[in-house]
């Protein structure tokens, strides 16, 4: 029996293991599984007519969009194409330049539009917009007609990994304003009146700046699309301060995100809406504790799929908030989110044991010794796992792990990694599961084996 005497149905399934059927790869030549399975889906893609249609699905329903000129006429001509544009589902959306361009000197890094003239006589436009490192006008363009895909149901949204206070002068590759102008510029084509995304329910937002922008959250368009969404998934980039880490604790951005705006333009409006079945929350810092994020009062009646990733689990609140789901969680996934049992800090704390800002540098007082304060969590993870075991009655899929955490931190390939896939994961008990947190500002943790 030939390849093409089998039915349909049994192509369909190899097409769709196309992994499982390619023999091994150069590693130099393909760095990731990803770009092997997609060199194999071309090249199956061209071997006949009839199992060209089939291939098409798998090989164009993830189209990825860069501010590239080559990229956006590909994607154009998918959106042109009669056969091509309804196989479209998700879209990968990456925010800003892959390149280097702007990084030096007083040339301003990615920006949507310039408002300066010229750079001089005898420019071309495009040289200027090569200058300024502007957007190319067809990708501004593809974007606001985003919503002519007609099933387009998932949009992962890619901002650069480096993000600085928006009273830093640290000139990031994309600025504050960029963002929100993008963002903005996004949203405002999804809800187009003439061709709006009415079918897209997943949204996939990596380095999303713990700084939300009032004016975009309350806005219309904001709010149409939270109305609008099964899946949430979002990856919280902070400023780090490596060269001083005590100084993170100055950073007001982070406090004022995760204690308010992550709850009160986020979460808040999805628990009231009542749709969300999928909510994956990461943090490139520790995230729960310090910065505090409080969850208690939330509830997502239809959620079957939650993911924590860089959560610190330090109160009894924060396991019973988990098992409230209960009657709906079928999976839950905990990335690096280590249960604290004890916590030192020469900063003071409130009744139930959290950290209390300071509003002066927490220095000590000559020829005195700072007071250290103290908390103590008594759960450990085997309390957690008998009460997942007993009040998760439908849960079906359970993984903990830590992984290389902060090995990656500060690449490209960062949040790839991080923000992996829920069916990779496996349950793990390795000795990370338990830090002592002492300092303040930059956490410093000290693996701790509690018996």
């Known amino acids: 029996m030939q390849l093409l005497d089998l039915p349909d149905e049994l192509l369909d399934i190899c097409c769709s293991r196309i992994d499982e059927l390619i023999e091994p790869f150069d590693e130099d030549a393909y760095p990731t ?21 089939l291939v098409n699905k798998y090989l164009f329903s993830r189209l990825v969009l860069r501010p ?21 589902n998700t879209i990968y959306l990456q925010a800003s330049l892959n390149d280097d361009r702007g990084v030096m000197g007083d040339r301003p890094r990615t920006i949507w539009d310039r408002q300066d003239g010229d750079v001089g006589p005898g420019v071309t436009d495009e040289e200027v917009a090569e200058w300024y490192c502007e957007l190319p006008a067809t990708f501004k363009q593809m974007i606001g007609d985003i919503g002519k895909f007609r099933n387009l149901r998932r949009i992962e949204l890619v901002f650069d990994y480096n993000v600085e206070g928006r009273d830093r002068d640290a000139r990031p590759k994309e600025s504050f304003k960029y963002r929100n102008v993008f963002f903005r510029q996004l949203l405002s084509a999804l809800n187009s009146p003439e061709h709006p995304a009415s079918r897209l329910n997943s949204l996939s937002i990596h380095h999303l700046q713990d700084w939300v922008n009032p004016d975009i959250a309350n806005s219309n368009d904001f709010k149409a699309l939270l109305e609008r969404l099964d899946v949430l998934e979002l990856f919280i980039a902070s400023e780090q301060c490596d060269a001083c880490p005590e100084c993170e604790i100055w950073i007001p951005e982070r406090y004022d995100f995760y204690s308010e705006q992550l709850r009160r333009y986020w979460l808040q409006p999805l628990a009231e809406i009542g749709r969300l079945t999928h909510l994956k929350l990461y943090g490139s810092i520790p995230w ?29 609140w924060q396991l019973e908030w988990i098992l409230s789901h209960g009657s709906t969680l079928e999976a839950l996934a905990l990335h690096h989110c280590p249960i604290i049992p004890h ?109």
């Open 68 to 88: 590239s000129i080559s990229n956006v006429l590909k994607a154009r001509a998918i959106l042109d194409d009669s056969h091509l544009n309804p196989i479209v």
């Open 33 to 53: 599984a990803d770009q092997i399975n997609l060199e194999a889906l071309r090249n199956l893609r061209l071997t006949c007519k009839r199992i060209s249609p």
């Open 288 to 316: 729960g504790y310090l910065p505090k994020c409080d969850l208690r009062g939330l509830h997502f009646p239809k959620l079957k799929s939650l993911i924590l990733g860089n959560m610190n689990f330090t109160h009894e």
């Open 343 to 451: 916590i030192e800090t020469t900063l003071s704390v409130d009744a139930e044991g959290y950290t209390i800002l300071p509003t002066r540098y927490p220095g000590t007082s000559r020829g005195r010794r700072p007071v250290a304060s103290r908390s103590k969590y008594d759960s450990r993870w085997h309390d957690y796992f008998n009460s997942f075991r007993t009040k998760l009655p439908h849960l079906r899929h359970f993984a903990l792990t830590h992984g290389q955490w902060l090995q990656a931190h500060g690449g490209p390939g960062y949040a790839a990694s991080a923000f992996a896939a829920l069916e990779t994961w496996q349950a793990e008990i390795r000795v990370s599961r338990y830090c002592k947190m002492t300092g303040y500002g930059k956490h410093s943790y000290e693996h701790e084996v509690t018996r």
